[in-house]
């Protein structure tokens, strides 16, 4: 099936600690994009990459980090200068990073710090 | 900045009652509005995409308006099932499109049997 792979589901992390969440997807997308969200809040743009090999920041990457080596994979690295990592992480991709194509998002990855 | 606002953020219907969201937002300069369901723990799923020079698009019960120089938009779900119960968010894309998506809190639904 096509879709976009988030993993792990959940995930604990220690303080001080960096972990990193992956997102694999099949659509042949260009652009993808990381997001998080906190309970009963919108969606805040993390990263976003729209080709190999070059990513942006979004209105929160302090504290974050993120690759794009190949089309099918934008992994999300939370490193300990984020002080407030607790939430939920939704990977995304589109066809182009621009208007007029539908964003499909994976499954999300929960992660808590403890 | 573009802010966009969904309200009432919680609400119970009926079933079988139709369903009216609403999503406002403050930059007229959009290039499209999209609308997505998220249930309970779960990604988002896209429902309806309208593109700045559309007015309305529908996809079977589901039937979503735009009015640009307003800043308004409105999802309407006719005749709701169980099954609709979800969190429903608005998101809209300025000159960057996908790249900057500005999302709404979402009006979480409960249609009771």
């Known amino acids: 099936d096509g879709g976009i792979t988030q993993s792990p589901k959940y995930l604990f992390r220690k303080e001080g600690q960096n972990v990193t969440l992956s997102c694999e997807q099949n659509l042949n997308h260009d652009a993808m994009y990381w997001y998080r969200q906190d309970p009963g809040q919108g969606l805040r743009l993390i990263y976003y990459?729209?080709?190999?090999?070059?990513?942006q920041k979004g209105d929160i990457a302090e504290g974050y980090s993120v690759s794009r080596e190949k089309k099918e994979s934008f992994p999300l690295t939370v490193t300990s200068a984020q002080k407030n990592p607790t939430a939920f992480y939704l990977c995304?991709?589109?066809?182009?990073?621009?208007?007029?194509?539908?964003?499909?998002f994976g499954e999300g990855s929960w992660l808590t710090v403890v | 900045k573009q802010e966009v606002t969904q309200i009432p953020a919680a609400l119970s219907v009926p079933e079988g009652e139709n369903l009216v969201l609403n999503c406002s937002f403050t930059?007229?300069?959009?290039?499209?509005l999209q609308w997505f369901r998220q249930d309970p723990g779960k990604g988002l799923t896209s429902l309806l995409l309208?593109?700045?020079?559309?007015r309305e698009q529908t996809s079977g019960r589901l039937n979503a308006s735009l009015d640009k120089s307003s800043g308004r938009s409105t999802l309407y779900i006719a005749a709701s099932q169980p099954g609709d119960s979800a969190t429903y968010l608005c998101?809209?894309?300025?000159?960057?499109?996908?790249?900057?998506?500005?999302f709404g809190k979402g009006n979480q639904v409960v249609v009771i049997p």
């Open positions: 998101a809209v894309s300025g000159r960057e499109g996908n790249n900057r998506l500005a």
């Open positions: 309208i593109q700045s020079s559309q």
């Open positions: 995304a991709s589109s066809m182009f990073g621009y208007s007029g194509n539908t964003i499909y």
């Open positions: 990459s729209q080709i190999v090999n070059d990513f």
């Open positions: 930059d007229s300069a959009i290039y499209n």
